[in-house]
């Protein structure tokens, strides 16, 4: 992007875009031709899922009228209570930020919040929802502005922890063996496929980590499995589908 495309843009998107043309980031933002408030508009106009959407929910810390900011996927809810416990001390809690409070914290309006390049330092913690997708769009710093990333080059550019942040879904009596049967499926359709072609995603609806077994309920694979599967090969994906297998077939025995 050059200056003039650069000046060109709104003063929140020139920014944002500064932002990551420091960094080196190649995804500079691109404006849509209406606005993008939600995350359903976003993901209406770009063609995407949902759950593609990092949208940015702001909360503000009672304590020291500090911003705290959730990124998350656009189709999860983040839970208030995950987020205190993990940016407060013991009795503090968060209050609602409305849209002044985001403005003067982040520098940009709501629906256009951006989850780089704020006005002054905010908590930012970024749900692990995200890593389901091997390319999420995030806000720019207008309604119309969004910029491509994956889950984990958001990780290395706002330095945010990845962090369990979302409501976690009430699992029905029968999900976990349709989680079973689905995953030794796509791994039984992998071992059958011929060399060379195109390896599925594991990744279902449902992404949420045991806590005592350390893997995805929906899935079976570890948060390290699940980041790195966007840089696998075909014979690393294959190796993953495996692996998903024999987890499949532990889980049905438990």
């Known amino acids: 992007m050059c200056g003039a495309e650069l000046h060109a843009l709104p003063d929140g998107v020139q920014r944002v875009a500064a932002f990551l043309q420091a960094r080196g980031h190649a995804q500079l933002p691109i404006m849509l031709d209406g606005a993008a408030r939600t995350a359903q508009q ?40 995950k987020v205190e416990a993990l940016v407060c001390m013991d009795g503090q809690r968060l209050g609602r930020a409305d849209a002044e409070f985001v403005k ?11 989850p780089v390049a704020h006005a002054t330092p905010v908590v930012l913690l970024i749900d692990q929802s995200l890593l389901r ?53 796509g791994a039984l359709a992998v071992e059958r496929s011929p060399a060379g072609s195109s390896i599925a995603s594991p990744c279902i609806s449902i992404c949420r980590i045991q806590a005592d077994t350390g893997l995805c309920e929906g899935c079976f694979r570890t948060i390290p499995e699940i980041t790195a599967w966007s840089r696998a090969d075909e014979a690393d994906k294959r190796q993953i589908w495996g692996v998903i297998a024999q987890r499949a077939v532990q889980q049905s025995c438990t």
Do not use: C, Y
Request: charged content about 20%; aromatic content about 4%; hydrophobic content about 50%.
């Open 104 to 114: 003067a914290k982040t520098g940009f309006s709501i629906g256009g919040v951006s």
């Open 42 to 81: 976003a993901a209406d106009a770009l063609g995407v899922e949902l759950g593609q959407i990092a949208k940015s929910i702001v909360f503000r810390r009672k304590v020291d009228d500090v911003a705290v900011m959730v990124v998350t996927s656009g189709d999860q809810r983040v839970d208030e209570r």
């Open 133 to 185: 997708f091997t390319e999420v769009w995030a806000a720019a710093g207008h309604p119309n502005a969004v910029f491509r990333l994956s889950a984990e080059e958001l990780v290395g550019l706002s330095g945010a922890p990845l962090v369990d942040a979302a409501v976690a879904p009430i699992l029905a009596s029968g999900d976990m063996a349709r989680a079973i049967e689905k995953m030794a499926a």
